[in-house]
Nanobody, 122 residues
Framework: QVQVVESGGGLVQAGGSLRLSCRASGLTFDDYHMGWFRQAPGKERERVSCISWSGAMTYYADSVKGRFSISRDNAKNTLYLQMNSLKPEDTAMYYC???????????????WGQGTQVTVSS
């Protein structure tokens, strides 16, 4: 049974950093491209970052470019999102997703985690 579990969220002051983790089980991890999405109250789900199965390709939304860094450790079946210089507008529920198409829109990802809350105070 496929399990995708995020961790690492929390409350942080503006300018601070968090590192999110996403561990997957029940699937061949390096068969899947991975992505991070976020959704704030009253807003649509936003694609934050993507990484290909090998890590060779990455994508960042303009809103996080230069501040966030996506990585993966296939030996540990784990995806990461390093978030630096956090802003209040980064406040959202962050979701990890796995799919067979690189950097697809949210509805095309097959497996999703439960989300981890990131709250950035001003």
């Amino acid at each position: 049974q496929v399990q995708v579990v995020e961790s690492g969220g929390g409350l942080v002051q503006a300018g601070g950093s968090l590192r999110l983790s996403c561990r997957a089980s029940g699937l061949t991890f390096d068969d899947y491209h991975m992505g991070w999405f976020r959704q704030a109250p009253g807003k649509e789900r936003e694609r934050v970052s993507c990484i290909s199965w090998s890590g060779a390709m990455t994508y960042y939304a303009d809103s996080v470019k230069g501040r966030f860094s996506i990585s993966r450790d296939n030996a540990k079946n784990t995806l990461y999102l390093q978030m630096n210089s956090l802003k209040p507008e980064d406040t959202a529920m962050y979701y990890c997703a796995a799919g067979r198409v690189y950097c697809a829109t949210s509805h095309e990802y097959k497996y999703w985690g439960q989300g981890t809350q990131v709250t950035v105070s001003s």
